[in-house]
């Protein structure tokens, strides 16, 4: 059995309502549903998509954009608190910023957030919370989120598999192609005026 991580591409946007699509995506049976809070830490310096769920520091890289406008992103890291070392390195590393003051000492997810998020001017920190609807269509993970970022609500539908012209056919059908698509990140720092 192989252990090779085969990066999904995707396609997601934001907003109030995805009309058609909807009703579409609903009807292709029952969803698997999922609730998580997370903490997406954002940098004016770098578009990877650095994030907390369930007490794990998760990175994704974007490594491409098809001509379709579809994103393939890849799994960097994922690992529990506290950081330090090659970990916290590969942290800091990805938010392409500069921090002094880094000691030996293990960072905590607390710590992490006030000596190292908070201070800094090029960071942010957004609380995510997501109840998301998935379903299975064309071999394609399809979802429905409803979120709130900071407490604010907005929706989000995607559509991601290993195969990007499947996506787009699929986001085709559904009608969906009229959508902008947006990844999380890019959603986030508009929210949080990190652009």
């Known amino acids: 059995m192989s252990d090779k991580i085969i990066p999904r591409w995707e396609w997601r946007t934001f907003g109030s309502d995805f009309g058609e699509a909807e ?17 997406y830490i954002l940098s004016a310096n770098s578009g990877e998509n650095t994030k907390i769920r369930f007490d794990l520091m998760d990175i994704k ?31 800091l590393s990805a938010w392409n910023i500069p921090i002094g003051n880094i000691d030996d000492d293990p960072y905590t997810l ?19 919370s997501k109840n998301r609807q998935g379903f299975l269509i064309d071999d394609c993970i399809v979802e429905l989120a409803d979120l709130t970022f900071d407490g604010k609500g907005i929706r989000s539908v995607a559509v991601e598999m290993e195969n990007p012209q499947k996506v787009w056919n699929l986001v085709t059908r559904l009608g969906l192609s009229e959508f902008e698509n947006i990844s999380y990140i890019t959603a986030l720092k508009q929210h949080a005026g990190l652009e």
Not at 23 to 39: A, D, T
Not at 115 to 120: I, Q, S
């Open 110 to 128: 607390e710590r992490l957030l006030s000596d190292l998020v908070e201070p800094h001017e090029a960071l942010g920190a957004v609380t995510v």
């Open 23 to 39: 009703l579409l995506i609903q009807k292709s049976g029952e969803p698997r549903i999922r609730e998580s809070e997370e903490i």
């Open 61 to 91: 890289t974007l490594k491409a954009t098809d001509d379709n406008g579809l994103e393939q992103w890849f799994p960097a890291l994922k690992t529990g608190f506290p950081l330090q070392g090659e970990m916290l390195e590969s942290v």
